[in-house]
């Protein structure tokens, strides 16, 4: 019995909550009636497609991860690149806090954006696990 085949269920179905969330984060921020609204929605689309391929990494390591283990530091990177790029966003980006409605707004952002973050960095922890475990079972069995 794989050990750590919960581990990689729970990776998938993060990733599925995580894009969820993506959405519903991008659609109060594009629908609010903010500088975003309209035209600028291209940017937040092009973001949510590149993390719609997170789920299905997942679904693909959690299937079958023996053959999918290549994919591994793909995920990782992934993963940390879309971490860095969104502090980065968040700390570079201009913000207009004319009302109560922009500062709710742009708590709530912040608020699930942290969240998202940090399940990210657990998950990369969750993925070099592993990854450490599919090396070693190789190394056992003679190296694949």
């Given at each position: 019995m794989d050990v750590l085949r919960p581990l990689r269920a729970t990776l998938f179905f993060y990733d599925v909550f995580r894009l969820l969330l993506l959405v519903v984060l991008f659609f109060i921020v594009t629908l609010g009636g903010g500088s975003s609204a309209g035209g600028?929605?291209?940017?937040?689309?092009v973001y949510l497609s590149a993390n719609a391929l997170f789920p299905l990494?997942?679904?693909?390591?959690w299937l079958s991860l023996e053959e999918y283990r290549n994919?591994?530091?793909?995920y990782m990177a992934g993963k940390i690149i879309a971490v860095v790029s969104f502090y980065a966003w968040e700390f570079l980006s201009p913000r207009e806090l004319g009302g109560t409605d922009n500062l709710v707004k742009s708590m709530v952002l912040m608020v699930g954006s942290i969240f998202i973050s940090l399940a990210d960095i657990l998950s990369v922890w969750g993925a070099w696990t592993l990854k450490n475990k599919v090396v070693r079972n190789s190394l056992e069995n003679g190296g694949a």
């Open positions: 600028a929605f291209f940017p937040y689309l990494m997942a679904l693909f390591l994919y591994l530091p793909l």
